[in-house]
């Protein structure tokens, strides 16, 4: 079955930088696009970014372009997400998602706390 | 950025049909996909494309669009169906991106 298993985050000063990892398994990861999307505490779903199957293309919220970068490495099946110049306001759960028919397997999330 | 609307929180007698919409320009180019969270739980999909259900997903959720506005229908509303609904769909604006909706809170009564 697939699973997606979110990892990476915890807390980190403002100006500062984490890397989530998002390790894939019961389907071809080289044959998907994939997204991140987050939600902050109390709020609603936020899409953040996005990679073709093959990486040859990212594309980004506004919200975070220029501070946050996208990869993947598909001989490890894993999704990743650099995220610097962390900002108060990028503290929210941190979910990868497959990109089938729609967003149709999510992680668990993982959570990410921007914070002196 | 293009944006969706929908409506903050919506409530049905337990056994009722419910409507939940969502609007934005974006819906007249691309079909709004739908998802069902329950509190401390990552989303699901419950509807996507024209009116698709994924696998596991209950017939009582069924989905359409009209115009600009995009609808996840609840046939028959159940206590398990009480969670926050959000919709989605690619941004018809500039570069890709996707966007979602703010959500609505569902309770069943």
């Known amino acids: 079955q697939v699973q997606l298993v979110e990892s990476g985050g915890g807390v980190v000063q403002p100006g500062g930088s984490l890397r989530l990892s998002c390790a894939a398994s019961g389907f071809t990861f080289s044959s998907y696009g994939m997204h991140w999307v987050r939600q902050a505490p109390g709020k609603g779903l936020e899409w953040v970014a996005f990679i073709r199957y093959d990486g040859s293309n990212k594309y980004y919220a506004d919200s975070v372009k220029g501070r946050f970068t996208i990869s993947r490495d598909n001989s490890k099946n894993t999704l990743y997400l650099q995220m610097n110049s962390l900002r108060a306001e990028d503290t929210a759960v941190y979910y990868c998602?497959?990109?089938?028919?729609?967003?149709?397997?999510w992680g668990q999330g993982t959570l990410v706390t921007v914070s002196s | 950025s293009s944006e969706l609307t929908q409506d903050p929180a919506v409530s049905v007698a337990l056994g009722q049909t419910v409507r939940i919409t969502c609007q934005g320009d974006s819906l007249r180019s691309y079909y709004a996909s739908w998802y069902q969270q329950k509190p401390g739980q990552a989303p699901v999909l419950v509807i996507y494309g024209k009116n698709n259900r994924p696998s596991g997903i209950p017939d009582r959720f069924s989905g359409s669009s009209s115009g600009n506005t995009a609808s996840l229908t609840i046939t028959g509303a159940q206590a398990e169906d009480e969670a926050d609904y959000y919709c989605?769909?690619?941004?018809?604006?500039?570069?890709?991106?996707?966007?979602f909706g703010g959500g609505t809170k569902l309770t069943v009564l």
């Open positions: 998602a497959k990109d089938g028919y729609s967003y149709d397997y």
């Open positions: 989605n769909s690619r941004d018809s604006s500039g570069n890709p991106s996707w966007v």
